[in-house]
């Protein structure tokens, strides 16, 4: 069992696996808003990005039937639970983990790069703007995937196992949208084995931080909002490098989590 003592639980093991069964099927009506060539959202983003309510909503349903209020209190406020993180530089990890391996990453691909590593046209404005919508959307995501769904399966699975589980539903839950905006299919597949290597990093995060909804906001808006700020922004840097930089951050994440362990 990975998950701490004091992580309050939200769910059940059996409506957490149904939770994650129905997501991409309920997802499809939100797909096919692709087909709407009109994009009328910040940062050119999809309309189909709207998806990210179904995880909300389904979770929300799952947990409302077997809750109270006072638990639905709890829920929410889990968004601003900086108190739950005893270890602040939890929380500093958490925000500054992805921009670090997105600069290696552009550094790797050109290291004439490191010079103009911010759009010349950026400026603080755009990054508080684009900081602010990105945490929103990681909000709505972060309720259902972290807060919701997380501690029910690390109590279960433990920490490895549970990031495997929620990264593969969650990497081919974006996988229409990804074929649907015409990425070839190597982008793809780096894409959806990312995510698998995103949810096990934050699953470590989440627990080094003792089970604060909090870094899962500041990791997942960081995954969005940096390659937003880089020049050529996601042509700034290769998915292969990237995926490599992830996946020796999860051997690092493990050995120290075990190492840790043996020590306490």
Request: charged share 10%; glycine share 6%.
């Amino acid at each position: 069992m990975d998950v701490k003592d004091n992580t309050i639980i939200f769910g059940t093991k059996n409506d957490v696996h149904k939770f994650l069964l129905f997501i991409i099927p309920l997802s499809v009506p939100f797909y096919l808003l692709n087909l709407i060539t009109v994009k009328w959202l910040p940062f050119n983003l999809p309309v189909s990005a709207l998806m990210i309510l179904v995880p909300l909503g389904l979770g929300n349903y799952y947990f409302w039937k077997n809750s109270n209020e006072y638990k639905m209190k709890d829920f929410f406020r889990a968004i601003v639970d900086f108190q739950v993180a005893g270890k602040r530089s939890s929380l500093v990890l958490s925000l500054l983990f992805m921009p670090v391996l997105y600069m290696i990453a552009v550094v790797i691909k050109d290291p004439n790069s490191i010079m103009q590593i911010f759009r010349a046209e950026s400026n603080i404005s755009i990054f508080i703007a684009g900081f602010l919508l990105f945490f929103l959307g990681a909000i709505i995501e972060e309720l259902a995937w972290t807060t919701y769904a997380t501690p029910v399966l690390q109590k279960s699975y433990g920490i490895l196992k549970t990031g495997l589980i929620i990264g593969l539903v969650w990497g081919l839950w974006h996988l229409v949208p990804y074929i649907m905006q015409g990425r070839d299919i190597w982008s793809i597949f780096f894409l959806v084995t990312n995510s698998v290597a995103f949810r096990i990093i934050m699953g470590y995060l989440y627990n080094y931080s003792n089970g604060a909804t909090i870094s899962a906001l500041f990791f997942h808006t960081m995954i969005n909002l940096v390659p937003e700020l880089l020049p050529g922004g996601y042509k700034a840097f290769d998915f292969s490098t990237l995926a490599i930089l992830l996946w020796l951050s999860v051997i690092v994440c493990y050995i120290v989590y075990h190492f840790n362990n043996l020590k306490s």
